[in-house]
């Protein structure tokens, strides 16, 4: 069974500084990666939908990052701004159940200060 | 697109009455998905659909949920009768099979 596992639980950084979120996952027969972000009370906003073959996704100040031979993602967030302040979820497919059924982390609550 | 749509936002009802959640997924989405968000156990899958066919249920807590999908623009979870510990936020979300998924913006159940 896929577990995915965040790391840290929590981060808290002044603004303007760069950040590495991390994300592992234990089934590595998948062939792609999803992050989400999620607002206090608000549903889950995707944020980078990365393919296996792709290796690497941006969008903007994100950059997200998919390792399969090691199991690991990280979200890059460059010159973080006070609006990045949220939770952001990795989530990987369960292979042994279907590649439609995501697993999540518990993800990483993110504070940047002003 | 209006994105994923549900209603209610927020519900508050008494134990032993049945609730029932509605969602509207992304036009041309042929994948449905139900979650369930609590502070302990996180985000949980109960079922989801592909063209309107229940595939996975298997998160399902018990008989006293039950979803439904009547067509490709509708979606059901209904909870009968529900109990305290059914409080949580319902999420909705939807895919058109590459896998990424698009989440509603939840309903937040409260049962007293």
């Known amino acids: 069974k896929q577990e995915v596992t965040q790391i840290p639980a929590a981060l808290s950084v002044p603004e303007g500084e760069n950040l590495v979120l991390n994300c592992s996952f234990t089934d590595s027969a998948i062939y792609n990666l999803q992050w989400f972000r999620q607002d206090p009370g608000k549903g889950l906003t995707s944020l980078l939908l990365?393919?296996?073959?792709?290796r690497e996704q941006t969008s903007g100040r994100l950059n997200a990052s998919l390792d399969k031979s090691s199991g690991r993602s990280t979200l890059y967030i460059a010159a973080s701004q006070p609006g990045d302040s949220a939770t952001y979820l990795c989530a990987a497919p369960d292979p042994n159940t279907g590649f439609q059924k995501l697993v999540f982390g518990t993800g990483t609550r993110l504070l940047v200060s002003p | 697109d209006a994105g994923v749509i549900q209603s209610p936002r927020h519900e508050v009802t008494e134990m032993g009455q049945e609730v029932t959640l509605r969602c509207k997924p992304i036009s041309g989405h042929d994948y449905l998905f139900w979650y369930r968000q609590t502070m302990m156990r996180g985000l949980e899958l109960l079922i989801y659909?592909?063209?309107?066919?229940?595939?996975?249920d298997s998160g399902m807590p018990e008989d006293r949920f039950s979803a439904k999908m009547p067509n490709a623009s509708f979606s059901t979870l209904k909870i009968q009768p529900s109990e305290p510990r059914d409080s949580a936020v319902y999420f909705c979300?939807?895919?058109?099979?590459?896998?990424?998924?698009?989440f509603g913006p939840g309903t937040r159940l409260t049962v007293l």
């Open positions: 990365i393919q296996s073959s792709q």
């Open positions: 659909f592909n063209n309107n066919v229940p595939i996975d």
């Open positions: 979300a939807s895919s058109s099979g590459n896998n990424e998924q698009f």
